[in-house]
């Protein structure tokens, strides 16, 4: 990576980078195809990457590869039947992580996180998850979806279960985000992109980038 001057940057220059446990967290929007890439780019800055997916994420990624370092929901309740003492898998993943990061962040999935739904493993996670650990969120929706006044209505939720509250309703998604990651020390939501869409719309919506994301990821955990 270049520094500001245009040489090489080394870990020696960013002695606050934190090497942690990071759980990705990817749901079922067409982005999910850049999980493989975030894993990488994870890994090899030395973190220990672990991802909960959804069933509908795994339409956009091959699962296999990435299977030792996987849960889905068939993985919850791997028995025939629970036994006691069996493990309780989002509570050992809400324990090992030191980050959540929930990459990409599909409309239904927000809508889930907003009012507490816990109908799998990832929202389970979040449903259990220690307050006190930072959480990076990347929405990823289609441009009608990201601009419909729920999803503003969900922000301003997930702000005030981090401390934020009382944001005005009438900002727009920008000036929302914004005043999220000013208020909200332990959440970051990244600020979706303008593009053409996988569908062929053309608007905001699309996932932040890979870089991006790993950026934010750090500047959390620093």
């Known amino acids: ?13 960013h002695p606050e980078r934190a090497v942690a446990n990071i759980l990705i967290g990817a749901t079922g929007s067409v982005a999910a195809v850049r999980v493989p890439v975030l ?9 220990s990457v672990k ?30 039947r629970y036994t006691r003492g069996d493990e309780v898998r989002h509570i050992e993943l809400r324990r090992w992580a030191d980050l959540f990061a929930i990459v990409p962040l599909d409309a239904n999935t927000l809508a889930k996180l907003a009012v507490g739904l816990s109908d799998n493993c990832l929202t389970c996670v979040w449903r ?10 990347a929405p990823a929706m289609n441009t009608l979806m990201w601009e419909h006044p729920f999803t503003r209505k969900h922000l301003r939720s ?25 208020r909200a020390k332990k959440l ?22 890979v870089p991006d994301v790993v950026a934010a990821v750090e500047a959390m955990l620093g």
Request: hydrophobic letters at 45%.
């Open 1 to 13: 990576m270049l520094s500001p001057t245009g040489g090489m940057m080394t870990d020696e220059m």
């Open 39 to 47: 894993f990488e780019q994870l890994s090899a800055r030395g973190h």
């Open 51 to 80: 991802i909960v997916a959804t069933d509908p994420a795994t339409y956009f990624f091959d699962p296999a590869p990435l299977r030792p370092h996987l849960t889905l929901d068939a993985d919850e309740w791997p028995g025939d």
């Open 128 to 137: 259990a998850w220690d307050w006190a650990k930072p959480v990076v969120l």
């Open 158 to 182: 997930l702000a005030a279960d981090f401390g934020a509250a009382h944001i005005p309703a009438h900002f727009d998604a920008d000036t929302l985000i914004a005043q999220i990651n000013d």
């Open 188 to 209: 970051r939501i990244m600020t979706p992109i303008r593009k053409t869409l996988a569908c062929g719309d053309i608007g905001t919506g699309a996932m932040a980038e």
